[in-house]
């Protein structure tokens, strides 16, 4: 079946500093990958999508590249803060699974100022 | 900003009292997901509906868990009677399913004390 790994964490980073998440995937079909963020308390959001090879997603300053090749969507920003402290979850959906979401087991991000 | 919303937010009970979660989806979307968060499984997937036809419960536990969908507005998830295994943090998540590819879009969450 189709299953995510991503980086174990957690990971402690300082203010301004490079952060990259690993996701490799296993999937049957032609996925779409996902990178969701989870901020204390609350529920998840999306933070990122790509839909087929060689997209790349991106948002608030995150950006992920969709390597078929490699089957991954590594996660990247190029200068953290202290609000982008967080757990991220890489995730697939496949048509062939319905289109349910498989999840990583999450990366906990802190940022120190 | 449609949002999914869920109440209550925070539920504490004693063991053997029923807990019923509600979920209102964002308009339109036709796909209603519950997930349960604990530190040591992680997110798991209890069930979900298309339409409000239930197509998987196959991750709840039969014998106290049920969830149900009486309109589009409103999904609910169930536990009775709840132990205290079944403290965690409750997801609803709600989605339109397109050609390609579609977004879950999760609400807050209900965060259940069982004692």
């Not at chain 1, 300053?61 to 969709?66: D, K, N, Q, V």
């Not at chain 2, 979900?48 to 309109?71: I, V």
């Not at chain 2, 205290?84 to 879950?104: I, K, M, N, T």
Request: proline fraction near 5%; charge should be negative.
């Amino acid at each position: 079946g189709d299953s995510v790994t991503q980086m174990e964490g957690p990971v402690t980073l300082s203010e301004e500093a490079f952060l990259t998440i690993n996701c490799t995937y296993t999937a049957t079909g032609y996925p779409s990958l996902f990178w969701y963020v989870q901020y204390p308390g609350e529920g998840l959001q999306l933070l990122l999508k790509a839909t087929k090879a060689d997209d790349k997603g991106s948002n608030k300053g995150f950006e992920a590249t969709y390597r078929k090749e490699t089957t991954s969507f590594h996660l990247e920003k190029g200068s953290v803060q202290v609000s982008d402290s967080a757990v991220y979850f890489c995730a697939l959906s496949d048509q062939v699974d319905d289109y349910k979401l498989s999840f990583g087991a999450g990366t906990t991000v802190t940022v120190r100022a | 900003d449609a949002r999914v919303t869920q109440t209550p937010r925070h539920k504490v009970t004693e063991m053997g009292q029923e807990v019923t979660m509600r979920c209102q989806p964002i308009l339109g979307h036709n796909t209603v997901f519950w997930y349960r968060q604990t530190m040591m499984q992680g997110l798991e997937l209890l069930a979900y509906f298309r339409n409000r036809a239930p197509l998987d419960d196959s991750g709840m536990p039969k014998d106290r868990f049920s969830a149900e969908m009486p309109d589009a507005t409103l999904a609910t998830l169930k536990i009775q009677p709840s132990e205290p295994r079944d403290s965690a943090v409750y997801f609803c998540a709600s989605g339109l399913v397109r050609l390609v590819s579609y977004e879950q879009y999760f609400g807050p969450g209900t965060r259940l004390t069982v004692t």
